[in-house]
Structure formats: structure tokens, C-alpha cells
T-cell receptor, first 112, second 108 residues
Framework: EPEVTQTPSHQVTQMGQEVILRCVPISNHLYFYWYRQILGQKVEFLVS????????KSEIFDDQFSVERPDGSNFTLKIRSTKLEDSAMYFC??????????FGPGTRLTVT | SQQGEEDPQALSIQEGENATMNCSYK?????LQWYRQNSGRGLVHLIL?????REKHSGRLRVTLDTSKKSSSLLITASRAADTASYFCATPTGKLIFGQGTTLQVKP
């Protein structure tokens, strides 16, 4: 069964460093999302991406964040200058037509 | 997208018992979805019910939808220890907005 994959599973970085989180959505899906979950808190929407552009973003998704689908398969989330409060699990999700979303296993980002 | 609010926040049952979780939402919907999250892991889509459906089954899962009351319920029958997880409802229009969920513990 097709699945969404994410790499790395765990990323440790120092405050102020740039990180890139990678996702490979299900191949025929058209809509892509990033969510995050701070430890002990609920899952929060960050950004949605469709037709090679951002379709919606939350207040969390400020200028430090960017997304890209560079080669038609990978979907990346970049944080330019990480802060301590960016420590969280980051989940990628995809869907074909906007109904059920398929989530990846997540990347645990730890900012020290 | 409209946030779903799950109730109860926590539920603890014995293996073999049924578990019922409820969800309320605020405005009109096209569909309502239920997801499961095992501790610290990704969310898994369980079931989708459309606004013109009242009940839907999938294996041991039964979902009901009452659009007049803006509520839904998820019933897990004959629960297993492996059902221990957090359960969320979502009423998506694109992005998903999650509530705090119901944390279900199934004791062996």
C-alpha cells in the first residue's frame, strides 16, 4: 500500500541553524500539507500546497518557513533560522482530491 | 476548516469492551473524518462520513453523524489493547483542524 515517507526521523540542530525536512507524498496525490505537534499539544496546521504554490498557511508559518516541491516527488519544509520553540514533531500529509489525508510518520525536530 | 471537539478527553476501558467517543462541530460540513494517533506518531485516517450519510461501518468501527445536532460519534466494538491511542475528528475543507482528541486506553 502506498505511504507517505519522511526523512530524517529525528533531526537535532542548534538555534539559528537552517533545517530542511523532507517528505515523499503518495505519487498520484495533488494536495500536500505540513503540520506540527509540540510535545503534549494538539496537531497544528502549518501550510497547504497545491499546483506548485501555497494554497493556505497558518499564522505559525511566518517568513522563517518555506515549502518547495523541487522535483515532482519530494516536498520539503525549510526553517531558515530555527528557534527553541520550533522543537516539535513535523508531519507531512497528502491527498488526491482533498478528502482523507495520508500522514507520514513524522520528523522529530529538536532545537538546542 | 472547522474544528472538531472531542468528548470525553480520556477514556479507559477493559479489552473486549466497547468505546464510544463523541465529536461536536460548529458549522455546516461536506464530510467528517476520524483519525487515530498512536503516541508520538503520525495520524492514521480511520473513516470518512459524508453529510448525507447517517451511519457508516468499517470493521469494528461504527460512525454516526447527526447534522441537525452537529455531532458525530465513533464506536469501537470489542476493543483491543492495540486500540490504545488518541482519536480525533476533523471537518475538513482542505486543511485539517484537530482538537485535543480523546485519549483511549484499553487495558488487557
Amino acid at each position: 500500500e502506498p505511504e507517505v515517507t519522511q526523512t530524517p526521523s529525528h533531526q537535532v540542530t542548534q538555534m539559528g541553524q537552517e533545517v530542511i525536512l523532507r517528505c515523499v507524498p503518495i505519487s498520484n496525490h495533488l494536495y500536500f500539507y505540513w503540520y506540527r505537534q509540540i510535545l503534549g499539544q494538539k496537531v497544528e496546521f502549518l501550510v497547504s500546497f497545491y499546483n506548485n504554490e501555497i494554497s493556505e498557511k497558518s499564522e505559525i508559518f511566518d517568513d522563517q518557513f518555506s515549502v518547495e516541491r523541487p522535483d515532482g516527488s519530494n516536498f520539503t519544509l525549510k526553517i531558515r533560522s530555527t528557534k527553541l520553540e520550533d522543537s516539535a514533531m513535523y508531519f507531512c500529509a497528502s491527498t488526491f482530491f482533498g478528502d482523507e489525508q495520508y500522514f507520514g510518520p513524522g520528523t522529530r525536530l529538536t532545537v538546542t | 476548516s472547522q474544528q472538531g471537539e472531542e468528548d470525553p478527553q480520556a477514556l479507559s476501558i477493559q479489552e473486549g469492551e466497547n468505546a464510544t467517543m463523541n465529536c461536536s462541530y460548529k458549522t455546516s460540513i461536506n464530510n467528517l473524518q476520524w483519525y487515530r494517533q498512536n503516541s508520538g506518531r503520525g495520524l492514521v485516517h480511520l473513516i470518512l462520513i459524508r453529510s448525507n450519510e447517517r451511519e457508516k461501518h468499517s470493521g469494528r468501527l461504527r460512525v454516526t453523524l447527526d447534522t441537525s445536532k452537529k455531532s458525530s460519534s465513533l464506536l469501537i466494538t470489542a476493543s483491543r489493547a492495540a486500540d490504545t491511542a488518541s482519536y480525533f475528528c476533523a471537518t475538513p475543507t482542505g486543511k485539517l483542524i484537530f482538537g485535543q482528541g480523546t485519549t483511549l486506553q484499553v487495558k488487557p
